[in-house]
């Protein structure tokens, strides 16, 4: 049975930083494409960025250079570092797994098979 668990979420100012973390069971974070997606009040969800089997990252234009997504293969986790965080980053963050896909990741969340519960992030100015 395959669980993603979020955490590190929170509320932080403008201009501060958070780390989230995605402990994953039941599954290998490095054997198929991982990923963030966010949800804002209101808004569908969105895609964030995404790491494949060979660690090739991919990220949404709003949050180049200021988020990185990385792994820790041994520890199983999956980490989105946010930096410089800006009000509309305020959303709710879910992890995302796959199934086969394992390069190439796709954007869409239904190519994704399996979900967190989400960590709430709130940026205030």
């Known amino acids: 049975q395959v669980q993603l668990v979020e955490s590190g979420g929170g509320s932080v100012q403008a201009g501060g930083s958070l780390r989230l973390a995605c402990a994953a069971s039941?599954?290998?974070?490095?054997?198929?494409?991982v990923g963030w997606f966010r949800q804002a009040p209101g808004k569908e969800r969105e895609w964030v960025a995404t790491?494949?089997?060979?660690?090739?990252?991919t990220y949404v234009d709003s949050i180049k250079g200021r988020f990185t997504i990385s792994r820790d293969n041994a520890k199983n986790t999956l980490y989105l570092q946010m930096n410089s965080l800006k009000p509309e980053d305020t959303a709710m963050y879910y992890c995302?797994?796959?199934?086969?896909?394992?390069?190439?990741?796709?954007?869409?969340?239904?190519?994704?098979?399996?979900w967190g519960q989400g960590t709430q992030v709130t940026v205030s100015s």
């Open positions: 039941g599954y290998t974070v490095s054997s198929h494409c």
């Open positions: 790491i494949d089997k060979f660690g090739f990252t």
């Open positions: 995302a797994a796959a199934e086969t896909m394992n390069w190439g990741c796709l954007s869409p969340s239904y190519t994704y098979n399996y």
